[in-house]
């Protein structure tokens, strides 16, 4: 008789997610890892599938949750050697599970490449009691100084990472980030550690603005303050930011950027936008010459991640605020802060 278990599933968009008691419990084929589930993270993607906001076309039912920690159950043939894993190991598994040898793969843009599956949409992910980590997925051990709520937050890092890797910040760069979620936050933390003259988080106050303070921020201001603009003045005699990331996923934080930032700067866009920006075109050529980089996904992130937390350099403990069982998973989805309250990443416990 095969066991079963928990998990939730998504059945299409729009508040189509069910838990569900019965779901078979995967096996490992060749090469492949079965894990428990020790927590997984909410996403803003999560809660765009479960709002209807979502852009992306995706094949239903799937088990949601890309932001995940789990701990080996089992081993397909040869996945031990293969990933380097034993059974009792802590891992965290790559979210994009990239495939054949294309343009991009050849160039080591793995997370570009054409054939991808992608854990949470395209294959089963973690909000589940277990989960099967593929063979080709790119699998990185959990040190054992970080806590299950630590190694949660490893994908949305390992995302911050990316973006403040694009955007090269250099030691008198005055660096301005819009938007204090997990990877916002996570840019915070990571901007610190290459020591640039000022960090400048762009935010609604409140709890979020201390908490940034107190990991690598110099200044806060909400979007609206109108002393942003003059404290990046004063500090750039007037020219404007160095360094601009987009983590807000709001398009009006990108236009505010426009403004703030000085001739020839480099703007980082890392955000997914359910709104199309309105821009003068003027600006990124004619009247500034900006350096516009996209930003997607976490490349040769993780283990950086990992052992930035483990170090003690990022505080990936104080970063996850909230933890749900399954059973509770629409209210975490849909949870807000409340007033005074800090709220950075939300996230289940199967274990609960």
Request: negative net charge.
């Amino acid at each position: 008789m095969t066991a079963s278990m928990k998990a939730v599933r998504c059945h299409g968009f729009g508040h189509k997610h069910r838990l569900e008691t019965d779901i078979p419990m995967p096996e490992p084929g060749p090469g492949e890892v079965l894990v428990r589930v020790d927590m997984s993270g909410i996403c803003a993607a999560d809660r765009a599938m479960w709002g209807d906001t979502a852009p992306w076309q995706l094949g239903f039912p799937f088990t949601p949750g890309h932001e995940f920690t789990g701990t080996v159950a089992a081993l397909g043939e040869g996945a031990g050697a293969l990933h380097g894993l034993g059974v009792g190991d802590r891992a965290v598994a790559e979210l994009n599970v990239s495939q054949g040898n294309d343009f991009f793969r050849q160039r080591g843009l793995y997370h570009l490449t054409d054939r991808m599956e992608v854990l949470g949409a395209t294959l089963d992910g973690g909000w589940a009691d277990y989960m099967i980590y593929p063979a080709e997925a790119v699998i990185h051990r959990v040190p054992e100084a970080l806590s299950d709520k630590a190694a949660c937050y490893t994908e949305p890092l390992a995302n911050a990472i990316h973006g403040v890797e694009r955007a090269d910040i250099q030691f008198d760069d005055v660096v301005v980030i819009a938007g204090a979620g997990p990877i916002g936050m996570g840019m915070v933390q990571a901007a610190a550690l290459k020591t640039p003259r000022a960090i400048i988080l762009v935010n609604p106050a409140g709890p979020k603005h201390d908490f940034a303070l107190a990991h690598g921020a110099s200044h806060a201001f909400a979007p609206d303050d109108p002393k942003l603009a003059e404290a990046i003045g004063d500090l750039t005699g007037g020219r404007g930011a160095d360094v601009f990331l987009e983590a807000s996923g709001r398009s009006s934080a990108f236009e505010q950027g426009l403004s703030l930032v000085r001739k020839g700067a480099r703007m980082v866009v890392f955000g997914v936008y359910k709104q199309p920006a309105s821009i003068d075109l003027n600006i990124l050529g004619e009247f500034k010459e900006l350096d516009i980089r996209g930003g997607h996904l976490a490349p040769f992130t993780y283990a950086t991640a990992l052992d930035l937390m483990a170090r003690g350099k990022i505080d990936g403990d104080g970063s996850v605020t909230h933890v749900y069982p399954l059973e509770e998973f629409e209210e975490a989805i849909d949870r807000v802060a409340s007033p005074g309250e800090l709220q950075i990443k939300v996230a289940l416990d199967p274990r609960l």
